[in-house]
């Protein structure tokens, strides 16, 4: 069943940030992911939005997520992100109709 991934981001080193970006698609290219949406200023509609950043990735399966996640290419390039943003980092089952 396809996942999302979602990352709220709360920038705290913009430099830190900007080398984990210039390095992310050369990592997340080989895992089978599609980026869906990355915006650094979404309209937020209700209530308030206390983060810099949103992302949203999917891939076929949780599988496929923890591949990529857990992958030493990318645990190298989140160090830098890890430094250059506070995350909050959801992953949502896709919707299967019966």
Not at 45 to 61: G, I, N, Q, R, T
């Amino acid at each position: 069943m396809t996942v999302y991934a979602i990352a709220q981001l709360k920038m705290t080193d913009r430099a830190a940030y900007d080398r984990y970006q210039a390095r992310f698609f050369e990592v997340f290219r080989k895992f089978n992911g599609r980026l869906l949406a990355a915006d650094e200023h979404p309209r937020v509609l209700e209530s308030a939005w206390p983060h810099d950043k949103l992302v949203m990735m999917s891939f076929p399966d949780e599988a496929a997520f923890l591949d990529f996640s857990t992958s030493p290419d990318y645990e190298d390039i989140s160090r830098d992100r890890k430094a250059g943003a506070r995350a909050t980092v959801l992953l949502v089952r896709g919707f299967a109709p019966a």
